[in-house]
């Protein structure tokens, strides 16, 4: 999930307290489908019921509630995948509906409003990477970096290696998250939504404890480990190239990868037509995959098996943008 939220807007991290542009203006930019776009709806339901049915032989006692933590945590990753489709617009034509569709918060930490805001400000190719202008940079200024003690910037350093991302991604994250809605709550920012936030989380751990899994353990085996899966994804989906157009990876990834992450791999065709479904990405690459490719200069990656080789205990790049250095 590229949804970590920074907490001010000088790159101390990854998401924006606040937005570049009005939130409405980004809101605008969103259209409806004309008709209900079924793939999605299907998804959603491969996502829920097993979920819902893992619960289910959990709080019966057929199995202990750890073995099911593994199908709790994949549906989590796939959720968030799921939630950014229901950003974009997708799946129905009815606003309302697209955010029931979206769900309670099952990576626990980032309320949906707040995502929604600021992965659409993301949506800017213009100002990608950019520690004070993208909501999803995980690059700094250099006076920034500057002021960081020597904890933070080591952890800055491990995170740019995938195996940091994945492994220690998902409590800087958690801790961004709680930080951005304590200084929101403290200025009266995002009330209503915080709350709804709070009642759902609320509702989460009520059914947790009437099912029999420990809070610590759905933080522990589910959150944490579903929050890794999306940082996957996100680890190198974005490069401080001089050209826009070819800050963007491909990741030509199929099979389960494409699947959990929705074709969001293919990420630069993602930029360049947001409001494409999932399910067309891939078809729409193997037609023009060459002109993809010639645009966001080469950027790309044959799997993350490829990706893992490169980058797995390697940074693949200094946290100070390189216009900041």
Not at 24 to 35: E, G, S, T, Y
Not at 124 to 145: H, N
Not at 270 to 297: C, K, S, T
Request: charged content about 20%; hydrophobic content about 45%.
């Amino acid at each position: 999930m590229d949804q970590v939220h920074r907490v001010a807007a000088d790159g101390t991290g990854h998401g924006p307290a606040v937005a570049p542009l009005p939130v409405a203006a980004h809101r605008r930019r969103v259209r409806l489908p004309d008709r209900v776009e079924w793939p999605t709806v299907w998804v959603a339901l491969c996502v829920y019921l097993p979920m819902a049915a893992a619960l289910g032989v959990v709080s019966a006692g057929w199995i202990p509630w750890w073995t099911a933590t593994p199908v709790l945590a994949w549906c989590a990753a796939w959720q968030a995948s799921l939630q950014h489709e229901v950003i974009h617009g997708h799946p129905t034509p009815w606003a309302r509906v697209n955010r029931l569709i979206a769900g309670p918060p099952l990576l626990g930490f980032v309320p949906f409003d707040r995502y929604r805001d600021s992965h659409l400000a993301h949506h800017i190719d213009e100002r990608l990477t950019d520690p004070l202008d993208d909501p999803e940079s995980w690059y700094v200024t250099a006076a920034r970096w500057q002021r960081a003690g020597r904890v933070e910037r080591v952890l800055r350093l491990a995170m740019n290696s995938l195996a940091g991302r994945v492994v220690l991604g998902p409590l800087w994250v958690a801790a961004l998250s709680l930080v951005t809605d304590g200084r929101d709550l403290l200025a009266g920012r995002r009330l209503f939504a915080l709350a709804g936030h709070a009642a759902q989380l609320a509702a989460m751990v009520a059914c947790l404890s009437v099912v029999g899994i420990p809070l610590w353990g759905y933080a522990l085996l589910v959150a944490w480990p579903a929050t890794g899966l999306m940082l996957v994804r996100s680890f190198a989906e974005h490069r401080p190239d001089p050209i826009p157009a070819q800050r963007s990876v491909i990741v030509e990834a199929g099979g389960a990868f494409d699947l959990l992450f929705l074709s969001n791999n293919l990420h630069a065709l993602h930029h360049e037509r947001p409001g494409l479904p999932w399910y067309l990405l891939r078809r729409v690459f193997r037609d023009g995959r060459g002109g993809i490719l010639a645009r966001n200069g080469g950027y790309s990656f044959d799997s993350y098996a490829k990706m893992a080789g490169r980058y797995l205990f390697t940074p693949r790049d200094h946290p100070i943008h390189p216009r900041c250095r």
